[in-house]
């Protein structure tokens, strides 16, 4: 493991003596962590799996080349800060770019995980409670968050500070947590939406087609944005001044952040902060109480039509390798 790998688990099992509590092995929590910490070292993250399945080489740092993408996107956030000339416009564009990058990034390098079944073939069989199990996967899931999180939001966090003073280190760190639960429930509802749509045999191909759309999505980004900031008279845009902009997520959070950090609050003030806190808690109880059983029902189908495709009858076969023959003789 890496150092932040080191870091992470070291905070999480801080909470070992309430662990203990809820009869929770703190060993074999470890152990799990420390296992899985370890295979996502050497898991291709989602920009590195079309590279990595030419040059078939061993990773073992994927971890921090994933935190570099991320903290290269940070910066590119950043951008945001030369639009308008107030923390509420500046702070609506960081949180629209941080809330999509992060569920897109979560849906394209997390699926694997997410939708690996392996931990209830090799870790149920063995004398493990059911608590210690969850919690292995619920602690695994908030580590790797934190890591995608930690250095998408820190460029724009000194970027605050420098702007703004201190005082923005608190509200800003409360709001981009509250859009990290918002961004959880984003891509909970992406995924079901996929499953109502598809088959879950066919899960895991159209995550592959988002990635491909992502990956495109990203580096036209890069090439068209810049030149759209350099063409339009955008300098001294206010948002609050825009028809409708109550009614968008990302200004909730800038505008509580701008109000705690100023310490002002009027009528739209307070509306925008009830709305930034209430509505990634009320997400998050969704989440657990309606989204999560329908996705592990779901997540069961997949594990059982994946079984079911490992083993082809014959017959099928045949009649495959006779359609690939037809094809080349054909091209």
Known sequence: MNFFDKFFL?????????LQKLEIDIDQLKAILVAKLTMDNRRP?????????????????????????????????????AIGDDMTTK?????????????????????SVLIDTRDNLIILPKPVSDATFV???LMHIAIHINKLLLPLALPALIALIVLYGPVTIVPFILMTFFATLLSIFLVNAVYLLILQLVKPSKFQSVISYFQIIFAVFIYGGYQLVPRMMERAGIEHLRM???????????FWFADACNSLS??????????????????PIMSIYVVVKYFAPAFNRNLSMISSTSEETKVKPASTQSAANFKMNWLEKLA
Request: glycine share 6%; aromatic share 16%; hydrophobic share 50%.
């Open 91 to 111: 702070l609506t564009i960081f949180f629209s770019m941080f809330i999509f990058m992060l569920a897109a990034t979560l849906i394209t390098d997390f699926t």
């Open 135 to 137: 919690t292995s996967r």
């Open 262 to 279: 100023t310490f002002t609050f009027n009528q739209g003030n307070i509306i925008n902060l009830f709305m930034s806190l209430g509505l």
């Open 240 to 250: 609050s001044e825009i028809h409708h902009i109550g009614f968008l997520p990302p």
């Open 10 to 18: 070291k905070l999480f099992l801080y909470t070992s003596p309430l």
């Open 45 to 81: 993250a989602a920009f590195q799996q079309m590279r990595q399945s030419k040059e078939k080489k061993e990773i073992n740092s994927a971890t921090l080349k994933t935190m570099f993408v991320s903290l290269i996107m940070g910066l590119f956030f950043l951008m945001g800060f």
